[in-house]
């Protein structure tokens, strides 16, 4: 199941940050003027040569909440509430409760759920270079157990186009973002609503 959690992956802008100004020295900064995210996606993994693709859901603050759900034909939904995460996978019938912090520390999803602080304190920043008006970043982890091995955030403009990361399980992950929204939105939006019969597994 850590496999599992590991490999999914999270306001308005403020200041005078743009995309083409992005450096070593401000990535952080300007990924916390995001205090709020909405956004369709379409997931890349690549695995001995064998790719996957899934488009979903994706809506984070930074107080430590989300939710992700994923379309057919995968049918899962997975929620976080700061404390507990929450997978919810139809077919099965199943809901797993695990404690967040034990697998989200020092993954891509803490992009947009921990405070600056956090980001600080969990990556890394190697380089930010521009070309062709696209800015790529690579981030590692501080954290020498951490599955992932390095990641690149993409910006176009304003916009976070894609983030694409390499982790310790030999896969290639792409998450490729559709026009993401910074505006606020209910924290209710983000509650998970569990059907009848379904069990529920505590980890």
Request: contains cysteine; proline residues 3%; negative net charge.
């Amino acid at each position: 199941m850590k496999n599992f959690f590991a490999t999914i992956l999270l306001g308005s802008f403020y200041g005078a940050i743009s995309a083409e100004s992005i450096t070593k020295n401000n990535l952080f900064e300007f990924l916390n003027t995001k205090q709020y995210i909405t956004t369709q996606f379409t997931q890349i993994t690549t695995l001995d040569s064998k790719e996957r693709k899934i488009q979903g859901k994706l809506m984070a603050n930074r107080s430590g909440q989300f939710k992700i759900e994923y379309f057919e034909p995968i049918k899962e939904i997975i929620s976080a509430d700061g404390k507990f995460l929450y997978k919810l996978d139809i077919e099965l019938e199943q809901l797993d409760v695990v404690p967040q912090e034990d697998y989200f520390e020092g993954t891509p999803i803490n992009l947009f759920t921990s405070t600056l602080k956090s980001l600080e304190e969990s990556y890394l920043i190697e380089s930010c270079n521009s070309l062709e008006k696209v800015v790529s970043c690579i981030v590692r982890p501080k954290s020498e157990g951490s599955f992932l091995e390095k990641l690149s955030i993409n910006f176009q403009g304003t916009e976070l186009v894609s983030i694409k990361y390499s982790d310790s399980f030999e896969q290639t992950v792409e998450l490729n973002f559709e026009k993401p929204l910074w505006s606020a939105f209910d924290e209710k939006d983000l509650v998970l609503l569990v059907p009848e019969g379904i069990d529920v597994v505590y980890h």
